[in-house]
């Protein structure tokens, strides 16, 4: 449990300063920051659940402080369906639209881009 929350803190606190830099860099008007963290994190995933779970380089341990705490803690899933609504609520279809569909098929590109790396080391 001190793993999986050691690992959470961490993957919150980076996920803040990326969702910060996105911001900085891409502006407010979309959640840039949000898309970004949800891809990363689905690519870190893929790479994560292969290294750790199929290849067991590392013990249980560490796998739930990565895979639990970490990426569960980086990952924004409940934050991107909230702007998603706010997007929709908002009368923006096609941003609220694209940002679904974005988000969904970037997010599953990245998993399966990360197993694929992870399995070429």
């Not at 409940?78 to 929709?88: H, M, R």
Request: net charge neutral; proline share 2%.
């Amino acid at each position: 449990m001190i793993a999986i929350a050691l690992g959470g803190a961490l993957g919150a606190i980076a996920r803040y300063w990326l969702t910060e830099l996105s911001s900085t860099m891409f502006g407010a008007e979309f959640p840039y920051g949000t898309l970004i963290v949800n891809v990363l994190g689905s690519l870190c995933l893929g790479f994560a659940f292969v290294l750790l779970s199929e290849r067991a380089l590392v013990g249980p341990l560490w796998r739930s402080a990565v895979i639990v705490g970490f990426l569960g803690a980086f990952t924004t899933f409940s934050t991107f369906s909230l702007q998603a609504f706010d997007l929709i609520q908002q009368e923006r279809f096609l941003a609220g639209g694209g940002y679904i569909v974005g988000s969904v098929v970037a997010s599953l590109v990245a998993v399966g881009a990360g197993m694929i790396l992870a399995k070429q080391i």
